[in-house]
């Protein structure tokens, strides 16, 4: 009994460290790219970029939710502030690449901030990811 009461303790204690160990490789499992940083003249349009790239072995489940709120501060105007899966464009390498179009409004630097959610997926997990993305934009 004792022998027993042993191992289900050290089951209860590496339980956790697994389940981290499964976060983690889903982290591992893509990166994020955007656009590195949008220059603009006051009234011009642009379009930034947020990319997810998957590795070879993962990818965007095409069937899971998918999201990207923004924000902007005053120097810059989002044509729109929620994205959805019908307004992603799905990559070669199974990922997913929103296109989003901003105005610049007056001068100074800005930034187009936003939360993404997607699931990434690979043969042994599927598990939702956020992430907060960023594109610092400049208008002159």
Request: hydrophobic letters at 40%; one cysteine or more.
């Amino acid at each position: 009994m004792k022998r027993f009461l042993v191992l289900a303790a050290l089951s209860l204690v590496a339980l956790p460290a697994i389940a981290g160990d499964a976060g983690e490789d889903a982290a591992k499992a893509y990166k994020i790219e955007t656009t590195s940083s949008l220059q603009l003249k006051k009234g011009e349009k642009g379009e930034a970029r947020v990319t997810v790239v998957p590795r070879s072995d993962a990818h965007v489940s095409p069937d899971a939710p998918l999201s990207l709120a923004l924000s902007s501060g005053p120097s810059v105007q989002l044509a729109k502030t929620k994205f959805g899966r019908a307004d992603g464009t799905a990559t070669p390498q199974k990922g997913v690449a929103f296109s989003i179009p901003v105005t610049a409004t007056a001068a100074g630097k800005d930034e187009v901030k936003g939360q993404l959610s997607f699931f990434i997926c690979t043969e042994k997990l599927c598990e939702r990811q956020k992430r907060d993305v960023t594109v610092p934009v400049t208008v002159e």
